[in-house]
T-cell receptor, first 114, second 114 residues
Framework: AQTVTQSQPEMSVQEAETVTLSCTYD???????LFWYKQPPSRQMILVIR??????QNATENRFSVNFQKAAKSFSLKISDSQLGDTAMYFC???????????FGTGTSLTVIP | KAGVTQTPRYLIKTRGQQVTLSCSPI?????VSWYQQTPGQGLQFLFE???????NKGNFPGRFSGRQFSNSRSEMNVSTLELGDSALYLC?????????????FGPGTRLTVL
């Protein structure tokens, strides 16, 4: 079975600063995908960034980047130049290469302080 | 293109009743997955449908069931409601299987069981 662990239930960051959210996972699969999803208060979940396990290069989407360490089974999210709109619950998720089921972590509640 | 829609958005039921939730995927998407989100258990996978066939099912009792219609719209049904069924129920749609197919989430149905 796959498990995803987010050890930081809550975090805060000053506007314009950088913050890193941690995620570790456990799997015996070799091919899989990792995701970070954002769920703003009372709004729907949206994809922030996605990483394919067979790609060594870390994924980047504008101010969002990941540090993917396959051997360590670690997948952290870095948010640069934090904005008030980044305030949300962030979920790390795992999906097998040929599956369609997410395994989610428990989430990290991020607050951006003006 | 319209996003994933879920109806109703809010629902209040009493113990012992049954409930049906609906999810309309993005046009052209054939896969619909359902998740239960609670503060205690986090996001848990319920089931996935693809072209009217249930392909995968999570670890939930038989009171939870679903189906998918030929137009890809999906419904989930919970019979004999229990207090612990109070949750946000999310559906997600994608074009197919695998992590390379981005999944899009709906806004959810908030179910309260009294």
């Amino acid at each position: 079975a796959q498990t995803v662990t987010q050890s930081q239930p809550e975090m805060s960051v000053q506007e314009a600063e950088t913050v890193t959210l941690s995620c570790t996972y456990d799997t015996s699969e070799n091919n899989y995908y990792l995701f970070w999803y954002k769920q703003p208060p009372s709004r729907q979940m949206i994809l922030v960034i996605r990483q394919e396990a067979y790609k060594q290069q870390n994924a980047t989407e504008n101010r969002f980047s990941v540090n993917f360490q396959k051997a360590a089974k670690s997948f952290s999210l870095k948010i640069s130049d934090s904005q008030l709109g980044d305030t949300a619950m962030y979920f790390c998720a795992f999906m097998e290469n040929t599956g369609n089921q997410f395994y989610f972590g428990t989430g990290t509640s991020l607050t951006v302080i003006p | 293109k319209a996003g994933v829609t879920q109806t109703p958005r809010y629902l209040i039921k009493t113990r012992g009743q049954q409930v049906t939730l609906s999810c309309s995927p993005i046009s052209g998407h054939r896969s619909v997955s359902w998740y239960q989100q609670t503060p205690g258990q986090g996001l848990q996978f319920l089931f996935e449908y693809f072209s009217e066939t249930q392909r995968n099912k999570g670890n939930f009792p038989g009171r939870f069931s679903g189906r998918q219609f030929s137009n890809s719209r999906s419904e989930m049904n919970v019979s004999t409601l229990e207090l612990g069924d109070s949750a946000l129920y999310l559906c997600a749609s994608s074009t197919g299987t695998g992590g390379y197919n981005e999944q899009f989430f709906g806004p959810g149905t908030r179910l309260t069981v009294l």
